[in-house]
């Protein structure tokens, strides 16, 4: 199942009913504080994300079935180096994998 937040003014990600099912997630320039939540997306293999508001990558780290990952717009992460907050995903070479971070500054 795909899921599209788009545009989105709160401030907390909405609850989502089934997680498992969720394996394709788009978060389009919504005004949550943090993305924390997607940690409990344990089936997404593909999410695209346009601003990014937290200051690490840290909330991707437990995602260990993505397979593709987008990043539009990361205004406070300093550290560029993706390889340095999503150390996990180093435990998995054999697994094809997909990153994709534009930095807009």
Not at 26 to 36: A, N, P
Not at 55 to 75: D, F, G, K, V
Request: hydrophobic residues 40%; glycine residues 2%; contains cysteine.
């Amino acid at each position: 199942m795909h899921l599209d937040l788009i545009r989105d003014k709160s401030k907390v990600m909405p609850p989502v009913c089934n997680l498992n099912a969720v394996g394709s997630l788009r978060i389009w320039h919504c005004s949550y504080r943090t993305l924390e939540p997607i940690t409990a997306f344990t089936s997404l293999q593909i999410l695209v994300i346009a601003t990014f508001p937290d200051s690490t990558l840290a909330p991707l780290s437990a995602l260990n079935q993505l397979r593709y990952l987008r990043i539009i717009h990361m205004p406070k992460i300093a550290d560029s180096d993706p390889s340095t907050t999503l150390s996990s995903w180093s435990l998995y070479p054999w697994r094809p994998f997909q990153l994709g971070i534009h930095r807009t500054r």
